[in-house]
């Protein structure tokens, strides 16, 4: 993957798709219903990417790859125009963003946190990985609080849900068709690092579903 972007070739393709896709999905977000539907699949996306799953494009999207000391240039672009562009498309829906980033930092015990790891970059060996470390703490933390300001806890739950039930589901699909990458000499993984973080996670997606069958006596069968 690193070879590939290193080629300019491939860089341009990858420019050219991603405008295409650009275009269509700002012609797709114009009405207000379809921006909201965009904002709920990218706020799955989000709580699915979050628990740090094994394999592409997962692991490419979370942002934890900006604490890698040699990360490319290229990678390092191509990762902010795709959060870019995802922000581009829902403009109207993270219009109020800095206002939630800014929620953190009146929180007094949050504030303290954010910014001793903003500072610490002036102590740091490596300002420029504790830069970059900490520019994605926060902006993660910014999202979490704008994802907290915009839906209900009833909603958040729902996303839970079902992020949760498609880390389940893949893993399934992956523990039973590919052993080498699902299954270790502890037991189910799916496509997560270890046994049990997944564990936790389809526990949790249990309990959510259970409880949502006990709510929606409509949607019982599904629920189960």
């Known amino acids: 993957m690193k070879a590939l ?6 860089l341009v393709l990858l420019l050219g798709i991603g405008g295409i896709i650009l275009l269509l999905a700002f012609q797709y977000a114009s009405p207000k219903k379809n921006t909201e539907n965009l904002a709920i699949g990218l706020s799955v996306a989000i709580f699915t990417i979050i628990p740090y799953l094994t394999i592409q494009p997962f692991v490419w999207l979370h942002p934890s790859d900006f604490m890698i000391h040699n990360l490319s240039i290229n990678s390092t672009l191509l990762k902010i125009v795709t959060y870019g562009v995802c922000v581009l498309i829902l403009k109207s829906w993270f219009q109020d963003f800095l206002q939630s980033l800014l929620l953190l930092f009146i929180n007094p015990f949050l504030g303290v946190v954010i910014g001793l790891v903003l500072f610490s970059v002036s ?6 990985l504790t830069f970059r470390s900490s ?49 270790t000499g502890k037991g189910w993984k799916g496509i997560l690092q270890h046994p049990n973080p997944l564990g936790a996670l389809m526990g949790l997606n249990l309990v959510l579903w259970y409880i949502h069958a006990g709510d929606n006596p409509k949607s019982r069968g599904r629920s189960i």
């Open 5 to 10: 972007l290193a080629e300019p070739i491939f």
């Open 135 to 183: 520019l994605a703490f926060v902006l993660t933390s910014g999202v979490a609080a704008h994802l907290a300001k915009k839906y209900t806890w009833r909603q958040l739950v729902t996303l839970l849900r079902w992020s949760t039930g498609i880390i389940a589901a893949v893993s399934a699909i992956y523990a039973l068709a590919m052993p080498g990458v699902g299954v």
């Open 123 to 128: 102590w740091s060996n490596l300002p420029d």
